[in-house]
């Protein structure tokens, strides 16, 4: 209640007694003053400018402390991925509507030729598939450079188109990637949901080989049904592949990479429930939260 500070006397003198008596103490000691009275003296001596006590310049150490600590810290362990390079690579490019011409030019795609990119599928509501790979891509980057890596991203909606899908794989090839995810959702049949893993098959012609992918991106496929699964609790899909995997042979992406890379069809924005969930920041979050678990899981094996 404001009425006792009050009624206690307040101001400068509300200090402790045990203090003020000390103080007392002290100064009787400095002036040889009697004790009994002194704390006007007192008061004096310790608000005055005389009251500082003598301050002694420091004297400079023969011997100066050493710069390094005596005790060493034991050294942080290195986070889950550390010198890895990992490449996020979100499907289409908001601003393929705007550059048809471009992106439906016929580009490599190992052994054949493909479609540059598409524009990608949309839920009925209109929510694009390309919003949706670019907001997961980015939330899962911000996850990944937490635990360490390196993230490269083949587009984050500022290029014109694209880019096209044998410059994507290029893009991880470069890199040197240990691992590389492409995130989609999927304009499959409206009565169909979940989520798939897309893994390589092999592709051995005059313009591609990825015989050394097969094996380790179907690890990275594992890893991927097993977090993403678990992170999202999406099901795994009921219409795309088996158990969650589906292994193609008509992906550039897939064709032409020489490092370990899958695709993740994260949902089926053509179904209504899953388009719902599409359309959730928090279901987002959580997809990206799978994708970056499952790199994780699969770097660490
Ligand atoms: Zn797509």
Not at 211 to 230: D, T
């Amino acid at each position: 209640m404001p009425g006792d500070t009050d009624r206690s006397g307040g101001g400068r003198h509300a200090q402790p007694a045990s203090v003020d008596r000390r103080r007392v103490l002290q100064a009787s000691l400095i002036t040889g003053a009697a004790v009994a009275g002194a704390g006007v003296l007192a008061d004096k001596l310790l608000t005055g400018p005389e009251a500082a006590p003598p301050v002694s310049a420091p004297k400079p150490h023969p011997h100066p402390a050493p710069t390094t600590p005596s005790v060493t810290r034991p050294a942080r362990p290195p986070l889950a991925l550390s010198g890895k390079v990992v490449v996020l690579d979100p499907g289409h490019n908001p601003n393929n509507i705007y550059h048809l011409a471009q992106i439906d030019r016929l580009t490599p795609a190992g052994g054949f030729l493909k479609a540059c990119n598409t524009v990608g599928t949309e839920t009925d509501g209109g929510y694009p598939e390309y919003d949706f790979t670019l907001d997961v891509a980015r939330r899962a980057k911000k996850i990944l450079l937490a635990a360490g890596a390196k993230v490269i991203m083949t587009q984050n909606g500022h290029t014109a188109y694209g880019p096209c899908n044998d410059v994507r794989a290029r893009i991880g090839n470069r890199a040197h990637a240990d691992a590389v995810i492409a995130i989609h959702a999927d304009g499959g049949p409206p009565d169909g949901y979940g989520f798939a893993a897309l893994t390589p098959l092999l592709v051995d012609n005059a313009d591609a080989d990825n015989r050394i992918i097969i094996r380790p991106s179907a690890h990275l496929g594992e890893a991927v049904v097993r977090h993403y699964a678990a992170a999202t609790g999406e099901p795994i899909s009921t219409y795309l592949g088996a158990h969650g995997i589906q292994p193609r042979d008509d992906l550039a992406g897939l064709n032409l990479s020489l490092v370990p890379k899958v695709f993740i069809e994260c949902a089926n924005m053509r179904n209504a429930q899953d388009a719902l969930k599409c359309t959730d920041p928090h279901f987002r979050e959580a997809a990206a939260h799978g994708i970056a678990n499952s790199i994780i899981a699969f770097v660490r094996q």
